[in-house]
């Protein structure tokens, strides 16, 4: 089962390609967002939940001074700091409720920016000159502060990258200035240079390193964005393929059957690389019985010598007006159109629901499709009617083969009704007695002596009638006057131009408008006030409207070039808008979500803080995804390592213990950069030096395996967090600071020198946490362990040194809070770490969303191209590929689809014992196991279509038993011309040993199911027309005299043999075809023809 699904995706690949992938419904390019609506979604998705972070790290950091400081002083003597920190905590807590509860101060974002900046720098400069009873500045205070200014600038406020840069150097540059002319004018004995010096390397190591994260944070957010717009893009194409496949496949199906066939299409692309072998050795048969059904066929006389007569545009427009207008009365009179054969229409009421009125239904229809045609005849003036048989019974209905699905009905009663239109009277409907009975009294009818138009009537012995109009009584004669002077105005015009004309003003839709018209996805129901087309009604209006245009003035129903621009431009619009509102209310989500402090549908929390994918392989996926720029991590933190080294040399005594130090730290940072960039730096070496080629195989792991990057990641912020503190004296040391000799250590510093170390140590220390910061994408877990073992092993070194302590112990003098090295080495380290933790943080949840929206685009993607393929599959099975392309594409055609070809090859195949085998019986299943033998033939015979030979044969469609192909239908439109006559002679050649090859699979079928199934095929080749008619339902099919001769030439051949006619036999025998004549034969219509039988033993040793 499903094999037919498999054949068709084949088939796929051997025939013209189809419309792009993604190029279905509308163009990736056509919706266009604007730069304010990524301005609106990095806030909210990222700027938004940073700032709120700062405001509240700030306003903790504001409360925790005002405490320390009621603690351990008196508030009063430092009256300039208690009121500027007072004044900063409660603008932080009104920018937090605003930033917090009103969304539309995101548009305020720099003006906040500004004021928390300025509020910041207050902070700094009043802890700096507020000296109470100090009189002392020194250079290296508040350096931790100013160094928290610059990193939150580019990690936390929200300002551009220029702004950041700006913002980020006027503090470092005013804190260079300001403290060096007030630490000279009161320190003059100080090494001032060495301590500006390491300021400014502290400084600019936040600076390179807030650079850098906020590069790779906007270019993170860009990609984020633009995977959430393909992802609403997507959501939308998908819901936009769901709808056009729904009404593509109510366009070829009914309802009750489609959605299965459907499922099972999609079950079947979805196991395409799943070899598997089904066990049912059949072909999916998708039949079902109904009983209690009225078939009506009905059949336009005198049309095919009108369409002798028509351009190919006049024909499929005249075609689709006249079957849409059928169509329209059949929807009134709830009947279900199954197939349009020529200019033969029929179809079934009391499908797929039982109606108790169906033969009422039927009947209704058929009178109004006589006086349908009895308009146009006295309109135009054309000698065309409408013959209408109609009988009720039982009925098999569904589709069989593997492809040109064509809804289909089979059983006697069908075959009855079709013999009751054929014995009809021109203008009235025809009914079997077994119809009337299902009419009761509802019309009038009079004998119909069907016996006497048709043997097999006579054979059957079934009455007939025909049924009275009760609008024939009720007619005036001044309508009739009146339009007969209307034709007589309009005779000078040809008739096929008259109907063309009249037709139009029927008003039909055109086959795929549903297509065409797109309509926006946020409106899956009409909108009230939205319009559509309505279909134009028989009226006198209109009637009037036609025979004014009989003059030659015809005034084309075209939309103007405004008209249509519009539509598509409010089409656009229309999607646009809709993309927007849902990137809007994705935005608004985001704003809205806290989920990294809780549980939602994709994430869950531990301990309310770490956060996992509540799917297990997407966590998994996301602990293994591939770090891009994981080289520049390590870039980076050998830049802060460099940094480190220059403020140690800068203050430290320059001992070799810390030469040596650092040089063992710069070596394990060397070979993990060498293992980083092997494959860059040593891929030329690689060939000749086997180590070089497996270091660069490692150095390609490191990107993309957890197992290497983890390791490598903790080796290199470790060595950064122990080499910041490693050097830091045990005991007080001696000697001058910035002593270039370990012999002066013996001298004991002064107090402002064991501070001035304790506090550069201290500031290492914050350069190797913004270290572990700058890794972004890494594991949250590694950093979280990293920052707390560090903050931990800090706070313990930090608070018992001992040179510290004993200065501190032998000094009387109370100090400032914001002079004591210790309280303010632990706001720091505490401040540092709160704030990198909820960075990472909420990185870490920027990276899970980033890896989120990409599953889900996947997923989406996935599904739309499984749709996009459903879609294509089923519209390639109802038109060839080329013509698919007229109506799906990049642009929309809204242009009917007609093409004249000079030379195509048509063959009509039939199996006329499949009627003889075909009986209603309860072994059979009333008729349903014979059909499922049909199918099997039909099926085979498509299977044909697959080999690339026969890669230009179309299949039109099945007529009962009868196979309908053609050849030469693949060609441009224009190009026919340019074909060489020895192609087009090949084409005639290749339908022959398609014919061969339909009588070898009838042979294996016959040997399976021991039967005797012979074939009987005609063919003939010349001029076709080709084109699409139908709204509802829309059908490819192709007219004309070829067509007309080719069936003639399969009902009045033999079984076994290919009969061809004369012209057709001349290039059969150019091509090595041995033929034989059968001589001259009857044909209807055409009178007599020289025909030919194809020596068939002689064509399929060619074949082999």
Known sequence: ?????????????????????????????????????????????????????????????????????????????????????????????????????????????????????????????????????????????????????????????????????????????????????????????????FQVLANAVIFLCGNLMGAFHKHQIQDASLDLYRYTLKCIQVQMKLKIEKRQQESLLLSILPAHISMGMKLAIIERLKETNDRKKHDNNFHSLYVKRHQNVSILYADIVGFTRLASDCSPKELVVMLNE???????????????????????????????????????????????????????????????????????????????????????????????????????????????????????????????????????LKAMNITTYLVIDPRSKQRSSNNHQISEARVH?????????????????????????HLNHRESVSSDTSAPGRKHRKEIMLHPANRQRASESLDGSRTERVCPPSVVNYKNTSQKGRMEEDIHDKMLSTIEGLSSAKPWCGNTDDFCGLCGFLLFFVEMGLEKEYRTISIPKLRSYFVCATVVLLCMFLVQIFIMPRTPKLGISFGVVAVIMGLVLCICFADKCWRSCSERWPPVRYLCTFSKKVKTMPTVRLPLTAIAIGSLLIIAVFNLPTTQPTGNSTASSADESDIPLAENSVVTIYSYYTYCCLLGFIACSVFLRMSFELKLILLSGGVVGYFIIFNTWQPLNAKTVNSTTPRFIMKVPRIMTNLYLALFYITLVLLSKQIDYYCRLDCLQKNKFKKEHEEFETMENVNRLLLENVLPAHVAAHFIGDKLNEDWY???????????????????????????????????????????????????????????????????????????????????????????????????????????????????????????????????????????????????????????????????????????????????????????????????????????????
């Open 898 to 1104: 007609h093409q004249s070809y000079d030379c195509v090859c048509v063959m009509f195949a039939s199996v006329p014992d499949f009627k003889v085998f075909y009986t209603e019986c309860d072994v059979n299943k009333e008729g349903l196991e014979c059909l499922r033998l049909l199918n099997e033939i039909i099926a085979d015979f498509d299977e044909l279509l697959l080999k690339p030979k026969f890669s230009g044969v179309e299949k039109i469609k099945t007529i009962g038993s009868t196979y309908m192909a053609a050849s030469g239908l693949c060609v441009t439109p224009g190009q026919e011309n340019n074909l060489d006559q020895e192609r087009q002679h090949a084409q005639i050649g290749i339908m022959v040993e398609f014919a061969l090859g339909l009588m070898t699979k009838l042979d294996g079928i016959n040997r399976h199911s021991f039967n005797n199934f012979r074939l009987r095929v005609g063919i003939n080749h010349g001029p076709v027309i080709a084109g699409v008619i139908g709204a509802r339902k829309p059908q490819y099919d192709i007219w004309g005299n070829t067509v007309n001769v080719a069936s003639r030439m399969e009902s009045t051949g033999e079984l076994g043999k290919i009969q061809v006619t004369e012209e057709t036999y001349k290039i059969l025998e150019s091509l090595g075809y041995a033929c034989e004549c059968r001589g001259l034969i009857n044909v209807k219509g055409k009178g007599e023809l020289r025909t030919y039988f194809v020596c068939t033993d002689t064509a399929k040793s060619q074949v082999l």
């Open 322 to 456: 006249l079957f849409g207008k059928f169509d329209q009365i059949a929807k009134e009179n709830e009947c279900m159109r199954i197939k349009i054969l020529g200019d033969c229409y029929y179809c079934v009421s009391g499908l797929p629901v039982s109606l108790p009125v169906h033969a009422k239904n039927c009947v209704k229809m058929g009178l109004d499709m006589c006086e349908a045609i009895k308009q146009v005849r006295e309109a135009t003036g054309v000698d065309i009617n409408m013959r209408v048989g109609i009988h009720s019974g039982n009925v098999l209905c569904g589709v069989i083969g593997l492809r040109k699905w064509q809804y289909d009905v089979w059983s006697h009663d069908v075959s009855l009704a079709n013999r009751m239109e054929s014995a009809g009277v021109p203008g009235r409907v025809h009914i079997t007695e077994a119809t009337l009975n299902h009419l009761g009294k509802a019309y009038e009818v009079e004998e119909g002596n069907g016996h006497l138009r048709d043997p097999y």
């Open 489 to 513: 105005d309009g005779l000078k015009i040809r008739a096929s131009v008259r109907m063309t004309r009249y037709l139009e003003s029927w008003g039909a839709a055109r086959p795929f408008a």
């Open 1 to 193: 089962e499903g094999e037919l699904h498999c054949l068709w995706w084949e088939r796929s690949q051997t025939q013209t390609k189809m419309p792009a992938k993604g190029k279905y419904f509308f163009n990736d390019d056509g919706c266009k967002i604007t730069d304010p609506l990524y301005e609106k979604y990095r806030y909210s998705s990222q700027q938004h939940p940073l700032l709120l972070f700062l405001l509240g790290i700030v306003f903790a950091y504001c409360v925790t001074l005002i405490v320390v400081l009621c603690v351990r002083d008196d508030p009063r003597e430092h009256l300039a700091f208690t009121i500027t920190v007072c004044m900063a905590s409660a603008i932080f807590i009104v920018i937090y409720v605003l930033v917090y509860i009103e969304s539309l101060f995101w548009c305020r974002l720099k003006f906040f920016a500004a004021v928390i900046w300025i509020c910041l720098l207050a902070l700094g400069y009043v802890s700096v000159f507020d000296k109470g009873k100090d009189a002392q500045v020194s250079a290296w205070e508040q350096v931790p502060f100013f160094l928290f200014i610059i990193f939150t600038a580019y990690t936390m406020l929200p300002l551009g990258m220029r702004d950041a840069i700006l913002v980020s150097g006027i503090s470092a540059l005013s804190h260079i200035v300001v403290l060096t002319v007030a630490a000279y004018s009161e320190e003059h004995r100080e090494p001032l240079v």
